[in-house]
């Protein structure tokens, strides 16, 4: 195992001599252009809703999550600015969030939410920064969500109310009980509180502990009983990030307990989730016990996947599954959030700008240094710049068949969508791919020792 992984960081380090060699200027204008959109988006936020958590692009209206600001947006999209080398918007928003941003407030949120974006966003920015007033934000928001994890089980509720603890939700998923590793983890590291990375490691380990004889989690878990509710198994929304953290946490927190569960889940996923009856790889739908098919049902969440592959060694099934991505994509010019694979045709057909495609694209490019992928992430940055691009920013779209926008511009297209767009056609230095691990909001987090 050890000898197989210098071989990986070797081969790493040559492709990544090779891609930087290979920065072009055409490269180099489509980043260009990538940094513009994200200012056109960044100055109507700044317009239209500065203070506030998001824009509603359409209307022009600013939006909060809870009825008071918790800066989303700034938070979200601070490093993807100090990436993008725009210092004075970066400047704007780090006074914006170290002079407004408070989480002693009478107000309930969701944990996963605000751990992803906001302790995420925090503690990638101090990385970045060095201001420890980051940190402390970070530290502050996460001390608040500890109550989370007061269930029987260990397994954390959905909601918390900011200033008295009280929880509620017992009704929980496993992205949502799972995503805290990489956060929280961090987290410790840095303070040298181990209470954060106690919690979320033990809410993982008693989901993990209750898989099916097959291997599988389903969907939904009453975490007061520890009783599956909902048992259809897939890699989709509510499970997604899951699967994405028990690795992203081997790596990056060298856990191997973590790396175990990865692996024999990725064994199960691989056995009875993956599909290839259409001759394409995709993943569906199937019950968690009997691993028997309910639907054949991918989307825009579930195509985080290749880049999950990519990072736990297997390139090739990547590259098979980013192609059927693609093929998603091309069907109506920009990808649909559910999707028949074997009727090719949308099930949903809101987008709502989402980046797991531009991702996997991005992770494909740097393990592989093909230039394919890079021309998929022409092809989505066209796509989405035709039919979402709007007179103040950029608007999800309710119908990729009919190309009808909604009023939604979500936190995550600037730290997310932008930045993996940003990065694979920005120099390779810009951030050195091999010296981070991203949490699934896109934060990236130093390799710390």
């Not at 969030?97 to 939410?113: C, H």
């Not at 259809?232 to 790596?251: N, P, R, T, V």
């Not at 890079?374 to 710049?385: K, Y």
Request: net charge negative; aromatic share 12%.
């Amino acid at each position: 195992m050890r000898r197989s992984l210098i071989l990986i960081i070797f081969s790493f380090s040559l492709i990544m001599t090779t891609a930087l060699s290979r920065q072009s200027s055409a490269d180099t204008q489509t980043a260009d252009s990538i940094r513009t959109e994200f200012l056109h988006a960044w100055n109507a936020y700044r317009q239209y809703a500065w203070g506030h958590d998001a824009l509603d692009p359409l209307t022009r209206h600013p939006r909060d999550w809870y009825g008071a600001s918790l800066c989303m947006t700034p938070v979200d999209a601070f490093d993807t600015m100090v990436l993008m080398g725009l210092t004075r918007e970066a400047a704007e928003a780090k006074q914006l969030i170290v002079d407004s941003l408070s989480f002693d407030r009478d107000m309930e949120v969701q944990g996963f939410e605000v751990t992803i974006r906001l302790v995420g966003g925090l503690l990638s920015a101090y990385q970045l920064d060095g201001d420890r007033r980051f940190l402390a934000l970070a530290t502050d928001l996460a001390r608040r969500l500890l109550p989370l994890y007061s269930s029987p089980t260990g397994m954390p509720y959905r909601f918390v109310n900011l200033r008295t603890g009280a929880v509620r939700d017992s009704i929980n998923n496993p992205a949502e009980i799972g995503t805290s590793l990489l956060e929280f983890g961090l987290l410790s590291r840095l303070t040298g509180d181990s209470a954060y990375a106690q919690r979320a490691k033990r809410a993982v380990t008693e989901l993990f502990r209750r898989r099916s004889s097959i291997g599988l989690v389903g969907t939904t878990i009453d975490v007061t009983t520890g009783q599956w509710v909902d048992r259809s198994s897939h890699i989709g929304g509510m499970i997604d990030s899951y699967y994405e953290y028990l690795l992203k946490a081997a790596i990056l927190l060298k856990d191997e307990e973590c790396r175990h569960m990865w692996e024999q889940s990725n064994a199960a996923i691989e056995r009875y989730v993956a599909d290839t009856s259409t001759g394409s790889l995709w993943y569906g739908v199937v019950d968690m016990e009997s691993g028997n098919r309910l639907r054949t049902v991918f989307g825009s969440l579930e195509a985080f996947f290749p880049a999950v592959l990519c990072l736990g060694g297997d390139t090739a099934r990547a590259a098979q599954l980013e192609s059927s991505c693609l093929r998603m994509w091309n069907v109506y010019g920009i990808e649909p959030e559910e999707f028949d694979y074997t009727r090719m045709t949308a099930l949903s057909p809101q987008y709502y700008l989402r980046p797991e495609i531009i991702e996997s694209a991005y992770y494909l490019f740097r393990f592989t240094g093909d230039e394919r992928y890079r021309d998929m992430g022409r092809i989505f940055f066209d796509g989405i710049r035709r039919y979402c691009r709007t007179g103040a920013g950029y608007a999800m779209l309710k119908s990729v068949i009919t190309k009808e926008q909604g009023d939604r511009m979500e936190s995550f297209f600037f730290a997310e969508t932008l930045k993996y767009l940003y990065l694979l056609f920005a120099d390779p230095q810009t951030l050195p791919f091999d010296q981070v691990v991203f949490n699934t909001e896109a934060h990236p987090f130093r390799r710390t020792p």
